[in-house]
């Protein structure tokens, strides 16, 4: 074993670790939660470890880093979640690889997936991203819908050609009443979540948590918890 498959493979080992503790802490199964391996600014090397190791959904937030990465691992039984704010002009090469897309949050980028998942004869599946720090009608700072605008949004994936709608994913806010409170943001995502289901009852998936937090997550009902550096190291250059 490598140098890195054996760092990966103990990081990995960490964090299956934590969240098998904290579904114990939930009174719920381990198996009631997904994770998802965050792989942005790490190379394809490290996304071939990983599935190796087991990992079978990973996620990128750029597609001038994903496309390429996704393209040289393709061979590899992996589910790829697109988790960035997305451009439409960057929709056809995100459809081209990704199998669900966690950051929907406007009709504009809907229209556009729909119309290239149709074209390409694919089925993407959608999150809506519920901005948590937005007013009723606004969008948050990183992107997302406000929780007035989610079910509008959800009608329109359901309808929508070529998109199956999953679910919510949030990010925990850094602003307004939930900065610092991520359990409480994560639990409100539970409550919207509940909301969303009566209406869309497939659409139960709930991705929140990532590794200063998936605990909090797994608390409140995650289904999907998005983790980087806690596996991978802290990553070079973001800022």
Same mark, same amino acid.
């Given at each position: 074993?490598?140098?890195?498959?054996?760092?990966?493979?103990?990081?990995?080992?960490?964090?299956?670790?934590?969240?098998?503790?904290?579904?114990?802490?939930?009174?719920?199964?381990?198996?009631?939660?997904?994770?998802?391996?965050?792989?942005?600014?790490?190379?394809?090397?490290?996304?071939?470890?990983?599935?190796?190791?087991?990992?079978?959904?990973?996620?990128?937030?750029?597609?001038?880093?994903?496309?390429?990465?996704?393209?040289?691992?393709?061979?590899?039984?992996?589910?790829?979640?697109?988790?960035?704010?997305?451009?439409?002009?960057?929709?056809?090469?995100?459809?081209?690889?990704?199998?669900?897309?966690?950051?929907?949050?406007?009709?504009?980028?809907?229209?556009?997936?729909?119309?290239? =998942?149709?074209?390409? &004869?694919?089925?993407? *599946?959608? /999150?809506?991203? %519920? +901005?948590?720090?937005? #007013? $009723?009608?606004?969008?948050?700072?990183?992107?997302?819908?406000?929780?007035?605008?989610?079910?509008?949004?959800?009608?329109?994936? =359901?309808?929508?050609? &070529?998109?199956?709608? *999953?679910? /919510?994913?949030? %990010? +925990?806010?850094?602003? #307004? $009443?939930?900065?610092?409170?991520?359990?409480?943001?994560?639990?409100?995502?539970?409550?919207?979540?509940?909301?969303?289901?009566?209406?869309?009852?497939?659409?139960?998936?709930?991705?929140?948590?990532?590794?200063?937090?998936?605990?909090?997550?797994?608390?409140?009902?995650?289904?999907?918890?998005?983790?980087?550096?806690?596996?991978?190291?802290?990553?070079?250059?973001?800022?």
């Amino acid at each position: 074993m490598t140098e890195r498959k054996e760092q990966l493979a103990a990081n990995l080992a960490k964090v299956e670790r934590r969240i098998a503790d904290a579904c114990a802490a939930a009174g719920r199964e381990r198996e009631e939660v997904t994770l998802i391996l965050v792989t942005k600014t790490y190379p394809a090397s490290d996304v071939r470890i990983l599935s190796e190791l087991g990992v079978r959904h990973v996620a990128e937030n750029r597609d001038q880093d994903a496309a390429p990465k996704a393209a040289a691992c393709s061979d590899l039984s992996l589910s790829w979640h697109f988790v960035g704010q997305l451009q439409t002009n960057k929709v056809r090469s995100v459809v081209g690889y990704a199998d669900v897309v966690q950051s929907v949050d406007r009709s504009r980028l809907v229209t556009a997936l729909s119309k290239e =998942a149709e074209r390409v &004869g694919r089925e993407v *599946g959608c /999150l809506i991203q %519920v +901005a948590l720090d937005a #007013g $009723e009608s606004e969008r948050g700072e990183r992107g997302g819908v406000a929780p007035g605008g989610i079910a509008e949004l959800a009608d329109l994936v =359901a309808g929508a050609p &070529g998109l199956r709608l *999953g679910g /919510l994913m949030t %990010v +925990a806010p850094l602003t #307004g $009443e939930y900065a610092g409170r991520q359990r409480a943001a994560f639990e409100r995502l539970m409550d919207l979540s509940t909301d969303l289901r009566r209406t869309h009852p497939a659409a139960n998936m709930v991705s929140a948590g990532m590794s200063a937090d998936l605990e909090h997550a797994v608390a409140a009902g995650a289904t999907h918890v998005r983790v980087g550096s806690a596996v991978l190291g802290v990553r070079p250059g973001l800022g």
